[in-house]
């Protein structure tokens, strides 16, 4: 289940594991299709990428809810490879929360996740800017579990759905970081109307190796529309695979001050490992931990069945510090469609196999 625009764009070479895990934004990294350069001319790319999911959580009362979180549908328009247009829709808002049904509180505002203009080499230097309602690049945010939202941190580790401004350099940086992002935004995101300009950030990047990366990222959080005062969070992360492919293993700490959330808390951590045990199935362990409020493992499997087709399951144990302990678990089949090679599996268990070679060499 990953989202569709992610916030590492590296002109360096990530280990394309590692890019679909925390990095790369696919339609950025991909062209589109001959049908719609012949439709919009040499000079224009369209791209397009889209993801239903549908599954179910079970908690250990046995109570089940059914939902299509992390649904989405995104449209890219790109000229030159200097300036893309992106617009992404959240699916699962047409439906009602932990149900089948449509949503009767349907809100145009919340549909449209992403709207935002990105400029890239601006006065012919490696700098993009981004501007619009878009993700904020902070923190590292692995993506590996198939309910990957259910990880404690993903909260403390997103900024999204916000308008804002960030400016991307992609090279130099007196040679300490391959990458630096930097943004200002609203805090009270998640509607198509521009709020109070009331948080910075920070995210350096720098590829120790060609399998290791370290992100270092800070943001500032005015948060004017709540009650709770200033916010500060600060990361440290690493993430790294064997020269193979076949392990992944990523970890990252983080302080917090006054998050909305976690008002009593001032720490926390995420850590985990996924393995190839297949040649279309990955085994994912993941363990979290939050000063003062909680520590959870969780276990995970992802298998592709076919070109489109992927089935994932996942149980969690949270072990609570104000409430009882919990046990989670959930299964998901997940559809992606686009024209792209982020759109589709690469490796799968049922019919003829894709050839990526072009794009992953």
Avoid at 28 to 49: E, K
Avoid at 56 to 65: A, C
Avoid at 131 to 153: C, H, R, S, T, W
Avoid at 283 to 307: C, D, F, H, M, N
Wanted: net charge negative.
């Amino acid at each position: 289940m990953a989202t569709s625009n992610k916030s590492i764009k590296n002109k360096y070479i990530v280990p394309a594991v590692m890019i679909a895990l925390i990095g790369g934004s696919p339609m950025s990294l991909t062209s589109a299709s001959a049908n719609d350069q012949d439709l919009l001319g040499d000079n224009f790319n369209i791209s397009i990428d889209g993801e239903v999911n549908f599954g179910g959580l079970i908690d250990r009362e046995g109570e089940i809810n059914s939902h299509f979180g992390g649904s989405f549908v995104s449209l890219s328009v790109e000229w030159r490879n200097k300036v893309r247009a992106v617009v992404t829709a959240k699916l699962d808002t047409l439906f009602a929360e932990n149900d089948i049904e449509f949503n009767d509180n349907f809100s145009i505002g919340e549909f449209i996740k992403e709207a935002y203009i990105e400029i890239r080499e601006v006065g012919g230097t490696p700098v993009a800017v981004v501007v619009g309602k878009q993700p904020i690049p902070f923190a590292q945010g692995v993506e590996a579990m198939p309910f990957y939202d259910n990880n404690p941190l993903q909260d403390l580790q997103e900024i999204k759905e916000v308008y804002g401004v960030t400016v991307n350099l992609t090279e130099g940086l007196f040679g300490l970081f391959d990458q630096a992002e930097v943004s200002a935004f609203e805090t009270d995101g998640g509607d198509l109307s521009l709020g109070r300009i009331d948080g910075v950030s920070i995210r350096l990047s720098r590829l120790i190796t060609e399998n290791w990366l370290l992100t270092l990222s800070h943001a500032s959080l005015g948060n004017q529309h709540l009650d709770t005062g200033h916010e500060n969070r600060t990361s440290i992360g690493l993430i790294g695979q064997s020269s193979d492919g076949v392990l992944v293993g990523w970890v990252e700490g983080m302080y917090i001050s006054n998050n909305p959330k976690y008002l009593e808390s001032n720490y926390g951590i995420t850590a985990g490992a996924m393995m190839r045990v297949h040649r279309s199935t990955d085994v994912i362990v993941e363990y979290s931990w939050i000063e003062k409020e909680l520590q959870e493992i969780g276990l995970g499997v992802r298998t592709a069945l076919t070109r489109n087709f992927s089935l994932g399951a996942e149980v969690r144990y949270q072990i609570n510090q104000s409430s009882r302990n919990d046990i989670i678990t959930g299964i998901v089949l997940t559809y992606t469609f686009g024209n792209t090679p982020y759109s589709h599996n690469y490796d799968y268990l049922f019919g003829e196999q894709d050839d990526f070679s072009d794009f992953y060499n």
